[in-house]
């Protein structure tokens, strides 16, 4: 590296650091789950007890890079400052990525200028979002790049210790993101294309001798053990299920939403960059970065086709393209800017792909979360008022940046200056609305699903605690608590409950008279039971504290429910139909709670049919403004139900409702004589 380039890159890196860091830091809490939890868990468990766990249960992850690097952070007693000091890790790691995009451009005899402008450009685009997030991906980006770097460096030169520097980068690559498991096939597919561009296959695959024997000794670990057990998690795209149609489709979208990442000024030279590369190379430099860099790009939009739905742009797999793409321009550009009629063609062809497929249905889609660009579009549609505008608006800047490209392509002494300024201006812009969509999203979870005090049942002091899902809890409120809070160790599921990530859970069993099972056995620790659709409370049990749908209960011996109303929101709405149990302990006893529809309920009246056990059934009318209350009499000391069902339901935040309740109250007293009944309507 010439000494006077050294700190304008380091200025590039120092730079990208600064930015990353305080976006990071501004961001509440983590919010990409399940992933973000399970990587700080993996980190937790190698620091605690040296083995991939979570939860205690052992996990085959074979990407096992970003916990081991991250483990020592989680030495700080505060869950706060281990988040923040790893999101300090990975904005550093992130932004060291203009290191090998600089010396990668410079290798293929770029000037300096341009290698910065490259390497700024690395550093620029939305996906360093990543930098921020408890992933994979501030570490397997720079890796990536670099392992394209010594693989290109191993293609020209192939030395001993070029080879060895592929293989330890192209390893840790795949260490940190198991989907780079795909670079021998790449560097396969590389060796070949130089083999036949320079009609010397056999004397090329002699030169790689070193690197295609280690490739394919590795081959044979996987091969001998089962690819299903080494791949672990990753495992699901080797079940197949992807027709070739979806998988082009899906291949088209990612493109797509590449382009617009890229800033599209750089795309029409880019992809003709690739071409010559490969067609009229001008040295074995740029044939063996276009022979390595074609086929990974494809094999990066065959991975990402291979998971997710269609309408799921899966950016996370394929935004390593981006930096290529830049350094392939700044070939494109070291040649004068060449068949400008072919690029202004190229450009064309661009604008109407940007112009056909709108971006307004993948923006609103779910999973606009695997794509920062996509985080961003969305924050332009608000801005701009309706998806549709939106998407006009980005579709009109990619016509003008595309036709900028053309423009520039006339006067290349200063177009190639104007397109890398322009392209980073417009990477960066992308970048921040990604940020600032991201950023409001997890303020916005935290003010949700978190009190004040975010590790508040690690304040408390106990240990052990065990997470208790209900059946319709929210996956994401009870991922923050055991984020959290290290304290809380493990899930077990309620009756009707799912499964809340990749690790298999414990289902509890309610005995007769209320006492939670776990495996057979009573459960004596601490609980942390999930309130969001239906009210639970235990016997004999201290509550610690709560968030706005979690309850934390000490019990006292073993855990015992005394009632159980599923299907009654942490709001205090009905859903359309559930059941209340108690387990009394005496015989005898009404027990009564109040309904009420509110002006904001969207049906004008409700009907509620409930039928209790040994009672006949009711029926209460409620209309806007009314309030009453039900109760019953529990002539029971053993399990006692009364199940409701409503004949006319609403909509609130996205959840089918019925009416309002109050928390049911089991008042003494004798059930002789006593029935079901409802009391008279009350002015609200």
Known sequence: MHVATAPL???????????????????????????????????????????????????????????????????????????????????????LAAVPAYLLARRL?????????????????????????????????????????????????????????????????????????????????????????ERSVRSTLREQRLILGAFGAAVLVPAAVGFHRVLGLYQSPLDGGTSPLDLLERAGLNSLVLAYSSG?????????????????????????????????IVALLAEAGLVGAVEHAQERYVFYALPLAGIAFCLYASR?????????????????ASAVVPLAGFAAAEGKAHSPFLLATFRVQEWAGSPGTGSLVLAASAAALLATAVALSRVPEIGTAVAMTVAVVVAGLGSAG??????RNAAAVRVAFLPDDPSWVDRQGVEDVVLVRGAHGVKTEALEQLFWNRSVDRVALLPGAEELDHVHSPSLRVGGDGTLLLDGRPVRNPLLIDGFAGTL????????????????????????????????????????????????????????????????????????????????????????????????????????????????????????????????????????????????AESA
């Open 434 to 439: 990604a940020v600032a969509f991201d950023n």
């Open 336 to 352: 004068g800017w060449p068949a400008r009629t072919y690029h202004a063609l190229i450009a064309a062809l661009l604008l109407t």
């Open 264 to 296: 599209w000024i750089l795309l029409p030279g880019a992809l003709l960059a690739f071409g010559f590369a490969l067609a009229r190379p001008r040295s074995r430099n740029e044939l063996a970065f276009a022979a390595l860099s074609v086929p990974l």
């Open 537 to 680: 409370r235990l016997a004999d049990a201290d509550l610690l504290g709560s968030s706005p749908s979690f309850m934390l209960w000490q019990p006292h011996g073993a855990a015992r429910l005394s009632l159980y109303l599923a299907g009654r929101y942490s709001d205090g709405w009905l859903a359309g139909a559930g059941r209340l149990y108690l387990w009394p302990r005496r015989t005898g006893g009404v027990v009564a709670t109040r309904l009420e529809l509110p002006l904001v309920a969207p049906p004008a009246a409700v009907t509620l049919r409930f039928r209790a056990k040994g009672s006949p059934p009711i029926v209460v009318h409620l209309r806007a403004h009314e309030r009453r209350t039900v109760s019953f009499p529990v002539c029971s000391r053993g399990p006692w139900y009364v199940s409701f069902l409503s004949d006319d339901r609403g909509f609130v935040g996205g959840r089918v409702v019925s009416a309002q309740a109050g928390e049911p109250r089991l008042l003494p007293g004798s059930c002789a004589g006593t029935s079901a009944r409802t009391s008279a």
């Open 109 to 197: 005899g770029v000037g300096r200028a341009l290698g910065l402008g490259a390497a700024a450009f690395a550093v620029a685009i939305p996906d360093l979002l990543f930098a921020s997030w408890m992933t994979a991906e501030p570490f397997a980006y720079p890796l990536l790049l670099a392992a394209v770097l010594t693989g290109t460096t191993a293609l020209a030169e192939p030395t001993r210790r070029h080879a060895v520097l592929f293989l330890l980068f192209a390893g840790l690559a795949t260490f940190a993101r198991v989907q780079f498991v795909v670079l021998p096939l790449c560097f396969g597919a590389a060796v070949l294309i130089v083999g036949v561009r």
């Open 9 to 95: 890159l380091g200025a590039i890196v120092a730079a990208s650091f600064a930015v990353r860091l305080l976006t990071g830091w501004l961001r509440a809490t983590p919010n990409y789950f399940s992933d973000e939890y399970l990587y700080a868990e993996l980190g937790r468990s190698l620091l605690e007890s040296g083995r991939p766990a979570v939860r205690g249960v052992a996990l085959s992850f074979p990407a096992l890079l970003q916990p081991l690097v991250t483990a020592p952070a989680w030495l700080a007693g505060d869950v706060e400052d281990s988040y923040r000091l790893i999101q300090a890790l990975g904005a550093l790691a992130m932004s």
